[in-house]
């Protein structure tokens, strides 16, 4: 099996043994991508002979003694709305087609300090708002577990990436569910952090006070050594300002023993979450129990109500930012991502305060919640990836309460339904709980996540 | 008067926005004119879900702005 397979934690423990180069890894990863993104359209952009220059030179630094960290030497994929200096970051839109940033994002600085390497920019919907769209400088991405089905988004080429083996480690952005979603879709890992613990400057603005970067990977594990690069303060990012420091990777692995789990029926007022994905989650639920944790019910607010507020929200603050280029260029926008942005102007300032009103008192219900509770488990999605352009499925989604009250939310695969596509839970957590969040998921991978298996991990030749 | 654009259906409200589209000075053919007419459909559900949930003389506002729940608490 290729080396792109291995989890950032397998890899960089064998760069550091000196059992694999960066090199070879990034080689691997740059040879399945020439074999796969014709099909799975994951990036807009490879960076073939940058990586492989960037993976040398880590190599030479880790042989003299210089290793900066479990980061060093690996291969990641950037979604094309966080800013690179240098290199081109188009939000997958004509209107930003030849931008070329002089200066990355602050999360890609803290990575690239790391020593993590550029492979390549990933998919994404356009400017993360306009769905999947055939009318885009790049085409969509598609789902490496089943081509015709959705990759779900916007995060999109970022998830195909990570599960098709593309690379090691993804970022995508999250503003209503657009980092988990697609995790969940595509049978990885996926977290939307707590609300100011990654820094946002560099990063293309959706909706101001719902945005939040996440990384992406195959395991939770592999997430936390992720966070333990980019949480922290970002001079540019003011909502940054009270980040503390977490022990990420040392409670990833520390277990879920005496912690009060509940379980929040989110989707019983909304609509239903077919069969399969809810068995798979009481398995997780379980898995979590045998582990220790003590498991009940809880009660918050419906999600409807939760859907609503983050719908008046996310088109007022988009369209606020979108409205100088949608005035004097609207026709460098797709279609759908034109009249998603434009409808926004027809909410009134009275309809969006009251909006952040009412997301006041959620925020209030989940603090009260986390009073008798350490984490909150749900429904991530009502199903499995959808067929490929099918967007009516993506009303079943449980993942706006991480959004509105921008409280830390996890997608983490519960396993595979019958037709072999990958399912998956949400896990939420109070404020700046980040990484027990992420040792639950843990918990959850290693009983039911079915790790070992991976997406098209025969040749291309033999798909056919 | 968006509230009344929520409140009105069919022909007042889909002139509610081309009057509001056109007062920003923002264009749109009649394509997206009737894509943006599905989107507020949803948007008039969220206006409504909202109003419901606010009860009147509460006045929960701080930190509303900004979606940070408060509170340090890791095991």
Redesign the interface.
């Known amino acids: 099996m290729s080396t792109s397979f291995l989890t950032i934690a397998e890899a960089s423990e064998r760069i550091a043994a000196g059992t694999l180069t960066s090199e070879q890894l990034t080689r691997d990863c740059l040879d399945r991508i020439a074999a796969l993104n014709e099909t799975l359209h994951a990036f807009v952009l490879v960076r073939e002979d940058e990586a492989m220059a960037a993976a040398r030179a880590a190599d030479a630094e880790i042989a003299a003694g210089r290793r900066i960290g479990p980061l060093h030497g690996i291969p990641m994929g950037i979604k094309d709305i966080v800013e690179t200096a240098g290199v081109r970051t188009t939000g997958q839109s004509a209107l930003f087609l030849d931008r070329v940033p002089e200066r990355s994002a602050h999360l890609w600085e803290r990575l690239e300090a790391a020593g993590a390497i550029l492979i390549g920019k990933t998919t994404t919907w356009e400017f993360a708002i306009g769905g999947t769209a055939h009318d885009l400088p790049f085409p969509p991405a598609r789902n490496p577990w089943d081509p015709s089905r959705e990759t779900g988004g916007s995060s999109s080429g970022s998830a195909a990436a990570v599960a098709a083996g593309l690379c090691s480690g993804a970022i995508g952005t999250d503003t209503g569910g657009s980092v988990r979603v697609p995790a969940a879709w595509c049978g990885i890992a996926g977290l939307k952090p707590t609300y100011g613990l990654v820094g946002r400057s560099g990063v293309y603005p959706l909706s101001h006070t719902l945005d939040h970067p996440g990384p992406m990977c195959w395991s939770s594990e592999d997430c936390a050594l992720m966070m333990e690069v980019l949480a922290g303060d970002d001079p540019r990012d003011a909502s940054t300002r009270a980040a503390p420091a977490l022990p990420f990777t040392r409670r990833v692995t520390e277990g879920v023993a005496g912690l009060r789990i509940g379980v929040w029926d989110a989707m019983t007022d909304h609509i239903q979450t077919d069969p399969e994905v809810a068995d798979a989650m009481s398995r997780g639920i379980d898995a979590l129990r045998e582990a220790g944790a003590e498991v009940r019910s809880v009660t918050l607010p419906p999600l409807k109500e939760i859907d609503a507020v983050c719908n008046l929200i996310s088109r007022s603050e988009s369209f606020a930012y979108h409205r100088v280029n949608l005035e004097e260029q609207p026709e460098k926008y797709g279609f759908e991502s034109r009249a998603r942005l434009l409808a926004g102007s027809i909410i009134g300032a009275a309809e969006y305060i009251e909006a952040q009103r009412v997301r006041t008192l959620i925020i209030s219900a989940f603090e009260d919640a986390f009073e008798d509770f350490d984490l909150i488990v749900c429904e991530m999605t009502g199903s499995v990836a959808p067929p490929h352009g099918d967007a009516t499925t993506y009303t079943r989604l449980g993942s706006r309460a991480g959004n509105v009250t921008g409280l830390p939310a996890h997608s983490v695969c519960t396993g595979f339904d019958a037709q072999g596509l990958p399912m998956a839970m949400q896990i939420i957590g109070p404020a700046f709980a980040d990484a027990v969040l992420l040792a639950a998921g843990h918990v959850v991978e290693q009983a039911c996540g079915a790790r070992q298996t991976r997406a098209l991990s025969r040749p291309r030749k033999e798909l056919a | ?3 009344d ?2 409140t009105h259906s069919g022909a007042q409200r889909d002139a ?2 081309n009057h ?2 056109a007062l ?5 053919d009649e ?2 004119l009737s ?2 007419r ?3 459909d ?2 008039e ?3 409504a ?3 419901r ?2 009860p009147f003389g ?18």
Do not use: H
Not at chain 2, 24 to 28: N, P, Q, T
Not at chain 2, 58 to 75: D, S, Y
């Open positions: 008067m968006a509230r654009a929520a509610y926005i509001r589209l920003l000075g923002l264009a749109a394509a997206s894509r943006i599905a989107v507020a949803d948007l559900f969220s206006f879900r909202v109003r949930a606010l509460v006045e929960p506002c701080a930190g509303a702005t900004t979606g940070l729940a408060r509170g340090e608490r890791v095991k």
